[in-house]
């Protein structure tokens, strides 16, 4: 059942790939974008480069932290999180993650990794009326094409945690502009993936 379930979730993302190609061979050849996918890695998967679709390591670190210390946190990678954008599955079930993993794993045989952080940026929900980067980059005055600063991309990345709601809220708010702090601080220390 789980591999039928497997086939045809691959086949709804190949459709959905194919259809999005053009658009992000257009985000591959914007060479300002590149530090807003260092960000990304930053952000949200570090070890990006090292793995095959998931993190072991996270999800051990994830495991632990939820049995010893009551702790929820997030193990997807970047992959991951491309998945439940395309599949629309977010249920948080066992066998949903299990899919997930696997269908991750699958995405380098459509796509470079390059490819699968801007095509997850490109469809991305950034907050309330901001799906998607140029939805997200429009509310800052900005387009595609334009030179982003350090802190419009980490403010961007850090909407992924903490997505931006339709209302004000200052709790929110204040979740952003730590998370984006966080985010810069990272990326000053480490080296740049592009």
Same mark, same amino acid.
């Given at each position: 059942?789980?591999?039928?379930?497997?086939?045809?979730?691959?086949?709804?993302?190949?459709?959905?790939?194919?259809?999005?190609?053009?658009?992000?061979?257009?985000?591959?050849?914007?060479?300002?974008?590149?530090?807003?996918?260092?960000?990304?890695?930053?952000?949200?998967?570090?070890?990006?480069?090292?793995?095959?679709?998931?993190?072991?390591?996270? $999800? %051990?670190? #994830?495991?632990?932290?939820?049995?010893?210390?009551? !702790? *929820? /946190?997030? &193990?997807?990678?970047?992959?991951?999180?491309?998945?439940?954008?395309?599949?629309?599955?977010?249920?948080?079930?066992?066998?949903?993650?299990?899919?997930? $993993? %696997?269908? #991750?794993?699958?995405?380098?045989?459509?796509?470079? !990794? *390059? /490819?699968? &952080?801007?095509?997850?940026?490109?469809?991305?929900?950034?907050?309330?009326?901001?799906?998607?980067?140029?939805?997200?980059?429009?509310?800052?005055?900005?387009?595609?094409?334009?030179?982003?600063?350090?802190?419009?991309?980490?403010?961007?990345?850090?909407?992924?945690?903490?997505?931006?709601?339709?209302?004000?809220?200052?709790?929110?708010?204040?979740?952003?502009?730590?998370?984006?702090?966080?985010?810069?601080?990272?990326?000053?220390?480490?080296?740049?993936?592009?």
């Amino acid at each position: 059942m789980l591999t039928k379930e497997i086939k045809k979730d691959f086949y709804t993302i190949k459709q959905k790939v194919k259809i999005e190609r053009e658009e992000i061979n257009k985000f591959v050849k914007l060479n300002n974008l590149n530090k807003l996918v260092d960000f990304l890695i930053i952000g949200e998967d570090r070890r990006f480069h090292n793995h095959k679709g998931f993190d072991i390591i996270s $999800i %051990i670190r #994830a495991i632990r932290n939820r049995l010893f210390y009551a !702790k *929820k /946190e997030g &193990a997807s990678t970047i992959e991951q999180q491309l998945v439940r954008v395309l599949t629309n599955q977010y249920e948080r079930t066992f066998k949903r993650k299990l899919k997930e $993993i %696997i269908l #991750a794993t699958k995405l380098k045989e459509l796509m470079s !990794k *390059k /490819e699968i &952080a801007l095509l997850y940026l490109k469809l991305a929900y950034f907050g309330t009326e901001k799906q998607g980067l140029e939805k997200t980059l429009h509310s800052f005055n900005l387009k595609l094409d334009d030179n982003l600063s350090d802190e419009i991309c980490a403010t961007i990345v850090a909407r992924l945690k903490y997505p931006e709601p339709k209302l004000y809220s200052l709790t929110k708010d204040e979740q952003i502009k730590k998370r984006t702090q966080y985010i810069l601080k990272a990326y000053y220390k480490n080296d740049k993936y592009y």
